[in-house]
């Protein structure tokens, strides 16, 4: 059994870890760190949770007992908690937040060695992985929905994205916008053109195609709803319909959660999954492209879930066999 510390498991991503690995064929929590609730049960905070186990929080973090331990701090913080905390060298660390998802000079003077943890496009790298940083939920689904093209090496214009995110994409800690009378019923947008997740995208996007130096203009929308990220992104490009569709088709083929639709998409197919699917629809001289995921599963713990299996060498998918919420 792969022996698993939780950091930051009262949150949202913390809560929706423990459900996965409780259901885990080969994980086993050994310790849920939260200092405000130890003592807690864990059923206490995630009530989802009752009836499943009697395990509670606890202020200790006992590393020599684990294989891997996954930050669910806010960002920020994973790195301040590395200078001041020791970690055996052996323990695998899976951070999700966004503080070593962008390679930079700094982090590599600073001896950070962390992969960029995206399967479709670094699973060998993550397989070889001692330290890995966990994508953004929406960094992942425009990734997704863009890799093929700049693959394709069409990303020569600028693109036009539009994503909408449900309130728990704000985290657990109550705001003035995820107060339910402030949401239901209502939408807004929020940090156009400037949200950090734009660093991390560009990245993946220079990865695959080799440069990037169209804009990648996105505006990011605050929804009406729990869960879940819709996002739409136009492309112009010449190239023929036929070629773009076959190579999406192409390049997700042996991706484990990644799916190309033949039909449009929506929410209700990936929400409560670790899935993200993608369609294409072609235009004269420009394509649209929809990919939709759960910004909690294969947004952050699911993914991170899945990068963990694969550090481990063991079945990508245990652990994520989940259905969508189609009703």
């Known amino acids: 059994m792969i022996k698993v510390g939780i950091l930051g498991a009262a949150g949202y991503t ?6 996965l690995l409780l259901n885990h064929p080969e ?7 939260s200092e405000s609730n130890a003592g807690n049960l864990l059923s206490d905070v995630h009530e989802g949770l009752i009836g499943e186990t009697e395990q509670r ?3 200790e973090m006992p590393f020599d007992d684990v294989d891997v331990v996954f930050f669910c701090f806010g960002h920020g913080k994973s790195e301040q908690f590395l200078k001041e905390h020791t970690i055996p060298a052996n323990v695998k660390i899976i951070d999700l937040a966004q503080d070593f998802r962008v390679k930079s000079e700094e982090l590599r003077v600073k001896n950070y060695d962390f992969v960029y943890g995206l399967p479709e496009i670094n699973k060998s790298a993550i397989q070889q992985a001692q330290h890995v940083a966990n994508p953004g939920c929406f960094a992942t689904t425009i990734q997704l929905a ?3 093209a700049a693959h394709l090496n069409i990303l020569k214009e600028d693109v036009s994205v539009n994503a909408i995110t449900g309130s728990t994409g704000a985290g657990q800690k109550p705001s003035s916008t995820t107060h339910f009378s402030w949401r239901t019923g209502n939408m807004s947008i929020y940090k156009a053109f400037t949200h950090q997740h734009l660093a991390e995208i560009r990245q993946s996007l220079a990865q695959i195609q080799g440069y990037l130096d169209a804009s990648i203009d996105f505006i990011p929308y ?8 819709f996002c739409t992104a136009v492309i112009k490009t010449k190239a023929p319909a036929e070629d773009i569709i076959e190579a999406y088709k192409e390049f997700y083929k042996e991706a484990a959660f990644t799916h190309y639709s033949e039909k449009g998409i929506d929410l209700k197919q990936v929400v409560n999954t670790n899935k993200a699917l993608v369609h294409v629809d072609c235009f004269d001289g420009k394509i649209l492209v929809t990919s939709a995921i759960d910004n ?3 947004g952050a713990v699911g993914q991170a879930v899945q990068n963990m299996n694969l550090m481990f060498g063991i079945d990508e ?3 994520l066999r989940l259905k969508a919420s189609a009703f």
């Open 27 to 33: 994980a086993e929590i050994v310790f849920a760190n």
């Open 222 to 229: 605050r929804g009406d709803f729990a869960r879940g990220i």
């Open 296 to 298: 909690l599963l294969k």
């Open 317 to 319: 998918t245990a652990g």
């Open 14 to 19: 913390g809560g929706e870890l423990i459900r």
């Open 146 to 148: 863009l890799l093929p």
């Open 57 to 59: 929080f606890t202020a």
